[in-house]
């Protein structure tokens, strides 16, 4: 019994290292791009946001996929429910209405996320993470976008400090917290949807539908891995800036060239197409995207993927947020398909096919080293931090 309650306590009595889950979440990553696909959240939302609309009588798609069966909603019902799950096993979940100000903050800033995503062809992990690692060009102009957003939602966010204190704070509320003497059911419920996330996939498989039970299991590791880690890619580009700490920068680096090399050693080999998840958007569709969903990223404290799997811990501020980025991205892609603005967004370029291979592996590895050893530096001398 002794034995069985430190590993628990190592799973979920104390938060995982931040590196730890990186490497977690950059091998997953591999796996599922090897399984299928790579990771992205705003396309599970965007069909989320779909279904919104059809319900509404808005638009009129037969071919729209139900979000049980869309593996990219799949996916992010597995962020939500392993966060949901990890949240229960430490003693984590809770209710939390936020102040009225931040409820409407995190409803404005899916207005940024939604669109952001589509102009950059994928989120903060889609259109950055898994691109860079895809060796799409378009990663790199997302990362630029999302900076220069980052630090201008943070400017925002400093100003309403000093300037309307009272916009967001007071009146914030939480309910079904575990009790202060440590007595709670959490636990049990937790390893009883715990369980149900394992047993899922057999019904799917029973199904016919086997490889939408597999996006659900890579969903639920990743939820489970950012909930224990906290690793949160809105931290590595907001804390510089907010308080100079960099560990979640140093984390993200270190996960894209894990997962580059990983993605590199499936499109040097044939075994995944080279175009693959290089995005036609390497230009105002990369850079503009970024920009805007950096500024969404930091007004809602969280991403796509944060915004998810925190929305399953019972942060009901990022829950306003997925219900705008879903709508956001659905309503921008109808509107960019509408005006034929979709095909004006950029260029589809494959690094290696302008570099080489080596050339193109080594460029992320450069820009990764030049982003931790940045941040390192401001972390040390405080030199571009507002703390």
């Not at 997302?142 to 957003?149: E, N």
């Not at 000093?162 to 636990?187: E, T």
């Not at 944060?306 to 811990?313: F, H, K, L, N, T």
């Amino acid at each position: 019994m002794k034995t069985f309650r430190r590993q628990y306590d190592a799973l979920f009595g104390r938060p995982w290292p931040v590196w730890g889950a990186a490497i977690l979440v950059a091998a997953a990553n591999v796996f599922l791009f090897a399984f299928e696909r790579p990771f992205t959240a705003s396309d599970g939302l965007r069909n989320w946001g779909d279904w919104i609309l059809r319900g509404a009588g808005l638009v009129d798609r037969a071919d729209l996929a139900p979000p049980w069966l869309y593996s990219g909603s799949m996916l992010d019902l597995g962020v939500l429910a392993g966060g949901f799950a990890a949240a229960l096993l430490s003693r984590d979940f809770a209710i939390r209405v936020p102040a009225r100000g931040e409820l409407v903050k995190g409803a404005i800033a899916g207005v940024f996320l939604g669109p952001g995503a589509v102009l950059a062809f994928g989120c903060n992990i889609g259109g950055f993470f898994s691109a860079i690692s895809a060796l799409s060009l378009s990663g790199f102009g997302m990362m630029l976008g999302m900076g220069a957003g980052a630090f201008v939602g943070l400017r925002y966010l400093l100003w309403e400090l000093a300037h309307r204190p009272g916009w967001s704070r007071g009146g914030g509320r939480a309910y079904l917290a575990p009790r202060g003497d440590g007595r709670s059911r959490q636990p049990l419920v937790g390893a009883l949807v715990l369980a149900a996330l394992v047993a899922l996939p057999f019904v799917y498989s029973a199904s016919g539908y086997g490889a939408r039970g597999v996006f659900l299991l890579f969903g639920a590791v990743f939820g489970i891995a950012f909930q224990r880690s906290r690793f949160c890619l809105v931290r590595a580009f907001r804390e510089p800036f907010m308080t100079g700490e960099a560990s979640h920068t140093r984390a993200a680096a270190l996960a894209i060239v894990i997962s580059t090399l990983g993605f590199a050693i499936l499109k040097f080999n044939d075994l995944k197409d080279k175009g693959d998840w290089v995005f036609p958007a390497a230009g105002i569709g990369s850079v503009l995207g970024g920009l805007l969903f950096g500024v969404g990223m930091v007004l809602a404290g969280g991403c796509g993927a944060g915004s998810v799997w925190r929305a399953g811990e019972g942060q009901v501020k990022l829950w306003a947020t997925l219900v705008t980025f879903a709508l956001g991205a659905s309503v921008a892609r109808l509107v960019l398909s509408a005006t034929g603005l979709s095909q004006q967004l950029g260029a589809a370029v494959f690094l290696p096919g302008v570099l080489g291979w080596a050339g193109a592996i080594g460029l992320v590895i450069i820009v990764m080293a030049v982003w931790a050893l940045a941040a390192t530096w401001n972390e040390e001398t405080g030199r571009f931090s507002s703390a």
